[in-house]
């Protein structure tokens, strides 16, 4: 590789990792106590326990669940219905508008075998939501989303450029060297490329991932303009339906499950959210395998009727988000993986705390 290229290479790890540093930093650091979030959350979950269900038990009927919810807020409709996993309980969502803003809705938990509320949810609450918003969006909403996803791009680019130039830095040492006998700044120098290099692919997956992540909102407004628009094409130019002609959630159950047989439902959007259409119960299935729960697949059904209007898989990029977000987190093997994630999470803080500390001190030690 010429002088000159390898020069232009090293612009540009300098650059992209100096610009976006400090903001890695932060997801980093605010990232790793959300590898383990699931295990946080049940350590301060003071929730009465409930008795495990039994797989084929039978539960109330869903609407039942629904009329729960809405009678503890009156003036409020359903938005929507998740199941817990590892809990008996049916997650209803309410709002007064079909789109409420951030805090303009409450969440119930309702025990799946008396149809009785057993706490509300708050997804603001805790130092878990706190970390998780910096996180993802600094408090900023959409802009904050989309300005991360710009620093991860960034990322991305540096570790790019880093393996680029790696090579010819070190073609006359050996691969991995640390160079213990040479100055501090030196020693650093040697264990950023070596830390770097090691955990490329991971830094690189988990960059793209969060990347991925940042562009969730756009996405789903995509979805409903390609795709959800073309499937409720029937509909257009009716006025929306209301409250009060919705049909029955069970029957609009039973009718999506028979459409995809072997599916769970994943969770239930019902008329006029983002994640249905103005006259639909849109029901999410996932696959009963650990292969295919990621894979959603929603199948509309009028919510006056209780017939099935449209089924169809998620397109691409609806697949690429929903694969990164439990990928991004480490949520894929159980805690072996999510104690791995964490390694290379602190591995990657000790990167870039090294990779500033390198720059600051480019002219005060000489190497």
């Not at 009716?238 to 959630?249: E, M, T």
């Amino acid at each position: 590789m010429r002088t000159a290229t390898v020069r232009t290479w090293c612009w540009v790890h300098k650059w992209t990792s100096l610009v976006c540093t400090l903001f890695l930093l932060m997801l980093c650091l605010t990232g790793l106590p959300l590898i383990f979030h699931d295990e946080i959350d049940a350590a301060f979950d003071d929730r009465p326990p409930l008795a495990a269900l039994p797989k084929d038990a039978p539960t109330l009927p869903l609407d039942d669940f629904v009329r729960t919810a809405v009678a503890m807020y009156p003036g409020e409709r359903p938005l929507f219905m998740s199941f817990d996993d590892d809990r008996p309980v049916t997650n209803v969502t309410t709002g007064k508008l079909a789109q409420p803003g951030r805090g303009a809705l409450h969440i119930t938990a309702i025990d799946r075998r008396t149809a009785k509320p057993v706490g509300a949810l708050d997804e603001d609450a805790g130092i878990m939501a706190v970390i998780l918003r910096l996180h993802v969006d600094m408090f900023a909403g959409l802009p904050g989303k989309l300005f991360l996803g710009f620093m991860g791009l960034l990322f991305c680019a540096s570790i790019v450029s880093g393996i680029v130039v790696y090579a010819p830095f070190m073609r006359k040492l050996a691969f991995g060297e640390v160079r213990t006998n040479r100055s501090r700044r030196v020693r650093w120098l040697d264990l950023h490329n070596l830390l770097g290099i090691a955990t490329a692919m991971w830094v690189g997956v988990v960059g793209l991932t969060g990347v991925v992540n940042t562009l969730s909102d756009t996405l789903t407004a995509v979805w409903r303009v390609d795709q959800l628009a073309a499937l409720t094409r029937p509909y257009q130019g009716q006025p929306p339906l209301p409250v009060a002609a919705w049909g029955s959630l069970d029957r609009a159950m039973r009718t999506a499950r028979a459409a995809a047989p072997g599916t769970e439902p994943q969770f239930v959007a019902f008329p006029g959210t983002r994640f249905s259409s103005e006259h639909h119960y849109a029901v999410w299935l996932k696959g009963a395998t650990p292969a295919t729960r990621q894979l959603l697949t929603p199948a509309l059904v009028d919510a006056r009727t209780g017939e099935l209007t449209a089924m169809r898989s998620m397109p691409w990029y609806m697949l690429a988000l929903r694969l990164s977000q439990p990928l991004h987190f480490g949520d894929y093997g159980a805690m072996p993986m999510k104690v791995l994630w964490a390694i290379f999470d602190m591995i990657a803080i000790i990167v870039l705390g090294s990779g500033v500390y390198l720059w600051l001190g480019r002219r005060k030690v000489p190497a």
